[in-house]
Nanobody
Framework: QVQLVESGGGLVQPGDSLRLSCAAS????????MGWFRQAPGKEREIVAT????????FYTDSVKGRFTISRDNAKNTVYLQMNSLKPEDTANYYC???????????????????WGQGTQVTVSS
């Protein structure tokens, strides 16, 4: 099991930036595909971005392409989500998740992720 702790959420204005961090412990971090998901009140959990074990392959949901960047530092056991040009519709609870991977791939399906953090709230409002 991987323990995940997110940080970096907060209340910002439209157009602002935030960087979320997710610190992992308990297993070999570089063996895990890492993903960021979000869930707004009354809505289903959706993928935001995901990154392969090496960091060489990434996926972004259409609504964040060009604004968000996912990255990882395997030496620090940490995955990041840089969020720029934030919009009110980005408001949600953001979760970090880990999926054991045997290849340098990723999954967009939240059901395939085994371990989850507690979430960090991001609110974008003027």
């Amino acid at each position: 099991q991987v323990q995940l702790v997110e940080s970096g959420g907060g209340l910002v204005q439209p157009g602002d930036s935030l960087r979320l961090s997710c610190a992992a412990s308990g297993r070999i971090f570089s063996n895990y595909n890492m993903g960021w998901f979000r869930q707004a009140p009354g809505k289903e959990r959706e993928i935001v971005a995901t990154i392969s074990t090496s960091g060489g392959r990434t996926f972004y949901t259409d609504s964040v392409k060009g604004r968000f960047t996912i990255s990882r530092d395997n030496a620090k056991n940490t995955v990041y989500l840089q969020m720029n040009s934030l919009k009110p519709e980005d408001t949600a609870n953001y979760y970090c998740a880990a999926r054991r991977a045997y290849y340098d791939d990723y999954s967009r399906d939240y059901g395939e992720y085994d371990d989850w953090g507690q979430g960090t709230q991001v609110t974008v409002s003027s």
